[in-house]
């Protein structure tokens, strides 16, 4: 994805969505086997994980605005798949046996505990905002203004501050003196 705009990500909760269904309803080779099956949700969930993530990263960059709109699709497309996703996992684990271990069951494991660290762990996004400037951030005329505005709005440092990193600290002091100098 690319603008992260609230028809794109419908878009691709619904292109996931059909994912889902057409290896739940065993069309093709990849889910013709429970091993399969295993496998194509785990990477079901890793692409999901890996989007969400670079939408975040979008908006704290300021490359992509946030809607609140956006947010609830992947909030909403996210629950469904880890309900899935964990039935599935669940089914796999009946079926083990003594004599065999499903292989993808640990792949699908492992995408599930991401996913749900993700859902559970939920931050709503925001624009970097900060003292220093970001590299790379394309910003509208309006979005640099209120970056502006809230950098002015930050309280000043007192005047014994420093850095507690001693390699900051001493940039920090050069910089003090080219400016009193």
Request: charged fraction near 25%.
């Amino acid at each position: 994805m690319t603008t992260f705009d609230l028809a794109e990500v419908r878009g691709f909760a619904a292109e996931l969505g059909a994912r889902m269904d057409r290896c739940d309803n065993g069309e093709g080779l990849e889910c013709a086997q429970i091993d399969g099956t295993l496998r194509h949700y785990a990477v079901l969930c890793c692409q999901f994980c890996e989007q969400v993530r670079l939408w975040g990263r979008a908006i704290f960059s300021g490359q992509a605005a946030f809607d609140p709109k956006v947010e609830q699709v992947w909030l909403d497309e996210g629950m469904r798949l880890l309900q899935r996703a964990s039935e599935l996992w669940a089914y796999g684990q009946e079926r083990e046996g003594d004599c065999f271990v499903l292989e993808a069951g640990a792949s699908l494991g492992a995408a599930l505990w991401r996913l749900e660290r993700l859902l559970t762990g939920w931050v709503t996004p925001k624009l970097a905002v900060g003292p220093l400037a970001r590299q790379g951030a394309a910003l509208t005329p309006t979005g640099a203004e209120e970056v502006r505005k809230r950098i002015e709005a930050l309280p000043p440092l007192s005047a014994d501050w420093q850095p507690i990193d001693p390699r900051q600290r001493a940039r920090f002091r050069k910089l003090q003196q080219r400016r009193t100098s």
